[in-house]
Each structure stands twice: as C-alpha cells, then as structure tokens.
C-alpha cells in the first residue's frame, strides 16, 4: 500500500473586510437571516496586494444561539489590475452570550469564537489561475466594522 501525502498549509493571504451595519431579514424556518453589506477591505498576500471592491456581501444564517453560517462573496482587484471572484463559505461557533454579542456588533475576542472558512476563487487572470485548481482554508475574527481572515492553501 502506498501512503498518501498529509496536506499542509502554505499561507496564502490576510484579509480586512470593511462591513456595513447587517440588513435583517428576520427569522426564518431556517434560522434568522441577515445580510451584511461588504464596504472593501485589503488584501496582503506573499508578494502581492489587493482590495476588497465594494459591493459583495456575507448572506449569514443565525442556526441557533452557538452556530453561524456565513455565505460570502465578493471580488478582489489586484494592484496589477486582476480581479478574483471569491466565494467564501465559513462557520462561526461559541458560547450563547458571546455569540449574541457579535450579532449586536459588540467586540468579542477572536480567541472565544470558533471562525473557520473554506474560500474558493474564480478568476480570468493567467497569473492567478491556478488559485482555480487548488483548495483554501482559513480561520478568522468578527470586529463590529469589519471581518479579518487569513486564508492558506491545502499543499
């Protein structure tokens, strides 16, 4: 039998994203639905920087009083011009308290939360597109403006 190669992770960028005060839809049979407008944001990667365009946002599922689901999407510029259609896919777990906190948009420490996501990328950029063909993880924290992440490549 041969033995399979362990995945490690090779860093791939840290992001800031700008956000806006959420939309509530309200609950659902699902949950309670929120959407919260992305306002930009930057991006620093190994040997590249880029912004976070306005106009995406995260379509978040409140499950129950310890579980987020996040649905987010939105694209990146590079300095050089290209442009990287993200669709990041996340889950946010804690305490009860901690976690109603973070939904009234006070500050939370990263540390109690439980934020991990699996972003994905679709670009028409040659020197990018073998994000295209690879698979992402990350880890991030919720400020009441703002959401940081670091994303890592599955090598």
Known sequence: MHSLPTPTLKFFANLS????????????????RRLIPILGGTVAGDGWSAR???????????VS???????????????????????????????????????????????DIYFRCMPRFETASPSFQWITERMFVGTGARFPDRVQMAFFELA
């Open 65 to 111: 009083d310890t579980l987020a689901e996040l649905d987010a999407r939105y694209v990146l510029e590079t300095d050089a011009g290209d442009r990287i259609y993200v669709v990041n896919q996340a889950v946010r777990s804690g305490p009860p308290e901690l976690m109603a906190r973070l939904v009234r948009g006070e500050p939370v420490e990263p540390g």
């Open 17 to 32: 994203v700008m956000v806006d005060t959420p939309i509530e839809v309200g609950q659902t049979a699902r949950g309670k």
């Open 52 to 62: 976070v365009l306005p106009g995406g946002a995260d379509f978040q599922m409140v």
